[in-house]
């Protein structure tokens, strides 16, 4: 009767459904089958057996079905309490070798199988330490030739093309996010380092800055540079940026001290800076700070010694003094070697 239909247990032994229909083990559902191939429950009482013929022929349980004639079970490659299946195993390594062979009841094929291990190969003299130096050898290419960091995506593939037979280039992977890591977190560090043991070792240094809207950011910018004598000559190098939340003279002296935090501010010699009377304020602020932690005073030419120095040179040039003293060396100098 319609509605009233259960789950008759006569199907678990007919050969069309013996395969993959079961009961729903809830005595809340004898009124439904349970198919394992396609692992869902559906409801007989109201078609019956014709429930179970409806989900036979659909189209996801015949696809089950081939699936599952396809495949071989793991228990047709082995037979219970039988050596038959058990074949000869001979692994090889370098020059040695082991057989083990099991004690047959009966004839039974044989089948080797063998291991190589590769020895002596160039693998084993590749290290990780010789591809990480590849890798940072071509950020320093990007980044001393100013190209984008999205200049590395597809290096890794172009390299393995190039040399095939290349064991670092097959491990070689410097895309662009790796390549800006390694230059921001590994290769600048190395190189502040390294610029910071300069100044600290010359007699005096000059720090110069200024400040400017960030239009990426929208926040102001502090770039320090520094002046320093190195190697007959003075050296101009940049040193650092940080991004000013205000730029009132208190938030600059902050800011410069974290920035110069590593220098040896004993050997400042002058601060180099543009005019706005905040940054005057800032002077005044930096030579108390100086004078009380270094017992020192710093060089004041002005708050830009380039353009004092520039305007005292464009004088002396309107006052013709620089080329009489030129004419005067000009004889003594065709005599000098």
């Not at 001979?90 to 062979?101: A, E, F, P, Y």
């Not at 290349?166 to 662009?176: H, L, P, Q, R």
């Not at 910018?221 to 730029?247: A, C, I, P």
Request: aromatic share 8%; hydrophobic share 35%; proline share 4%.
């Amino acid at each position: 009767m319609p509605g009233n239909c259960l789950f008759n247990d006569e199907w678990l032994q007919k050969p069309e459904y013996k395969e993959w229909v079961r009961s729903v083990e809830r005595d809340d559902n004898k009124h439904k089958a349970k198919c394992v191939l396609c692992t869902k429950p559906f409801d007989v009482s109201n078609m019956g057996e014709a429930a179970l013929k409806s989900h036979m022929e659909g189209e996801k349980h015949i696809a089950r079905v081939n699936n599952r004639k396809k495949s071989t079970l793991i228990s047709s490659w082995a037979a219970p309490n039988s050596l038959a299946s058990r074949p000869t195993a001979t692994i090889t390594s370098g020059t040695s070798s082991s057989t083990t062979t099991p004690e047959p009841t009966g004839p039974i094929p044989v089948m080797n199988t063998t291991i190589h291990r590769p020895t002596n190969t160039m693998d084993t003299f590749v290290t990780r330490s010789d591809t990480l130096s590849s890798e940072i050898v071509w950020c320093l290419h990007v980044v001393s030739s100013h190209s984008l960091y999205r200049s590395s995506e597809g290096s890794a593939k172009l390299f393995q093309k190039m040399f095939p037979d290349s064991v670092i280039a097959k491990e070689f992977g410097c895309g662009e996010s790796k390549c800006a890591r390694l230059a921001r977190w590994g290769i600048a560090p190395h190189f502040k380092n390294l610029l910071t043991s300069d100044v600290n070792r010359a007699e005096a240094f000059v720090l110069l800055f200024d400040e400017s809207l960030s239009f990426e950011n929208q926040t102001k910018q502090f770039d320090m540079h520094v002046h320093f004598w190195q190697l007959d000559q003075v050296s101009t190098r940049y040193f650092g940026s940080e991004f000013l939340g205000k730029g009132d003279a208190a938030h600059l002296v902050k800011t410069f001290l974290e920035c110069a935090e590593t220098l040896q501010l004993g050997k400042l010699l002058q601060i180099g800076m543009d005019g706005p009377n905040v940054n005057l304020k800032f002077h005044r602020e930096m030579v108390s700070h100086i004078e009380q932690n270094y017992d020192k005073r710093l060089l004041d030419i002005g708050s830009c010694g380039l353009h004092q120095i520039h305007g005292a040179l464009k004088k002396a040039m309107e006052k013709r003094c620089i080329q009489r003293f030129a004419g005067f060396l000009h004889q003594p100098l065709l005599f000098v070697p």
